[in-house]
C-alpha cells in the first residue's frame, strides 16, 4: 500500500518520549514500534493476545483516509485473532 518505510527512523531509539500526532508517524510506530513487539509477545507468549487492541488506536488515523481503509480493516483482523 505504498505506508512503510524503507529505513528505521531515528527517533525510535527514543521512541517512549515521542508523542505520535500523524498518520505517517503511527504508520512508523506500528511499523517499526507495535508489529515486531507483538510478533515477539506471541510468539515467546508474554502477553495476553487480547490485550493490546491496534485498531480503535489506529481508527484515530485512518478512518477518513481511503488509502489506508485496508491497513484499519487488517488491524481490526489482527485484534480478533
Partial sequence: MGLWS???PAWVLQYGKRNI????????WLQFIYLPNRKTDMVMKTKDAGSDYIAPQASRFFSEDIKRGKLLQLLIELDSL
Fill in 6 to 8: 524503507a529505513t528505521t
Fill in 21 to 28: 500526532t500523524t498518520g505517517e508517524g503511527f504508520c512508523e
